[in-house]
C-alpha cells in the first residue's frame, strides 16, 4: 500500500520520489508540476487589484480563477491517482497464470490496469492544455508586477504536459485494442501542439 | 513569519502557491519542480540492478546517486530560501524613509535583500543545469525500463532552470551594482544554453 502523497509533509513527498520503489515515480511528478503551475496562476488570477484594473479585467480574473481552482483540486488528486494506477500494474502482472483460465484473466486484468494507467496522465495532459490556455487569459488581465509567476507556471505547465505524455506513452505501448491506441494517440497529438 | 513549506503537507503547500500572499512564489516553486526532479532520477540510479548492467554501469549509478542526494538537499531548502529572501525585500522596502541617513540605510538593506532574492534562483539554475548533466549519465548507465522517469526528470528541471532565470532578471532589474549585474546576467546566459 503506497502512502496518500497530498498529506504526507513535502519532504517526505520528496523522499518517497527519491526512493528505488518505482512508485512514485514520473507520472505523479507531472501531475505535481502542473498542480504546482495552476496554484501559482490562482495566486496571481487572486492578487489583491491595481487601480488600473478595469472592470473587465476584474471580471476575466473571476472567472480564470474559478476555472484554475477546478483544476488544481483535479490535477492534486492525480498525483496519488498516477501512483495507485500504476499500482494496479504492477498487482495484475503478479495475477496466476497456472490454468489458461487464470492466463485469460489475468491478460484481461492487465489490460484494464494499462487503461487506468494511460487515462490519469492523459486526464493531466488535458487540464495542463488547459491551465496554458488560462495562463493566457492571467497574463494578460493579471497584475503586471506577477508576471513571472506567470512566466513560471506555463514552464512548469509544458513540463507537466510533456512529462505526462511519456507516461501515456509508456502504457499505451503494451495495450493491445487498435482502436483505442490510435484514439488516444490522435489526442495526444491534439494535446502536445496545441 | 511565512510557514516551513518543507515540513508541510503537500496539500497545503499547493494551498499556500495559489493563496494571493505573494509568497511562496515563482521562486519556490521553482526550486520544488527541480527538487522533484532530482529525486526521479535518485529513484532511477538507486534502482534494483539488472543483469545486464556492468561493472561500469554499477560505479557511474553509485557517482550519480551521491551527487544527485546531495543536489536534491540543496534544491530542498532553496524552497523556502527563495520564500525567505522574496520576505526579505519587501520587509527592506517597508524601512523608514524619514531622514536622509534613513533614506541611506533603507537603499542599503534594500539592495542587500535584492541580491540575497537573486542568489537563490541562481543556486536554483546551477543545480539544475548540474542536474540535467547528471541525468544523461543516468539514462546512459540506468535501468531502460524507467527511462520515461527520466524524460520527465528532464523536462522539470529544464522548466526549473527556466522559471528560476525569470526569478533571477525580475530582481536582478532593481539592483544598482553594474558590475555584479554584468556578472550574473552572463552565467545567466551560460546556464541557459548549457
Known amino acids: 500500500m503506497s502512502i496518500v502523497l497530498i498529506d504526507e509533509p513535502l519532504k517526505d513527498v520528496l523522499a518517497a520520489f527519491a526512493s528505488p520503489d518505482p512508485t512514485p515515480g514520473g507520472g505523479s511528478a507531472s501531475a505535481l508540476a502542473s498542480a504546482t503551475a495552476v496554484s501559482l496562476l490562482a495566486m496571481v488570477a487572486g492578487l489583491p487589484k491595481t487601480r488600473s484594473n478595469s472592470e473587465e479585467d476584474r471580471a476575466a480574473l473571476a472567472r480564470v480563477l474559478a476555472s484554475v481552482d477546478r483544476m488544481r483540486g483535479r490535477l492534486a488528486e492525480a498525483i496519488d491517482a498516477d501512483t495507485a494506477a500504476y499500482d494496479a500494474v504492477v498487482a495484475a502482472y503478479k495475477l496466476p497464470k497456472g490454468t ?95
Chains 1, 2 share one sequence.
Open 100 to 194: 489458461d483460465e487464470e492466463k485469460a484473466a489475468r491478460t484481461a486484468a492487465i489490460q484494464r490496469a494499462l487503461r487506468g494507467a494511460t487515462e490519469v496522465p492523459l486526464g493531466v495532459m488535458r487540464l495542463s492544455a488547459e491551465a496554458l490556455a488560462a495562463a493566457g487569459a492571467v497574463a494578460a488581465h493579471g497584475n503586471p508586477s506577477a508576471s513571472s509567476d506567470v512566466g513560471v507556471a506555463i514552464a512548469l505547465l509544458r513540463a507537466g504536459l510533456e512529462g505526462a505524455r511519456l507516461n501515456v506513452e509508456v502504457n499505451l505501448g503494451s495495450i493491445k485494442d487498435d482502436a483505442y491506441k490510435r484514439a488516444v494517440s490522435d489526442e495526444v497529438a491534439r494535446l502536445s501542439t496545441g
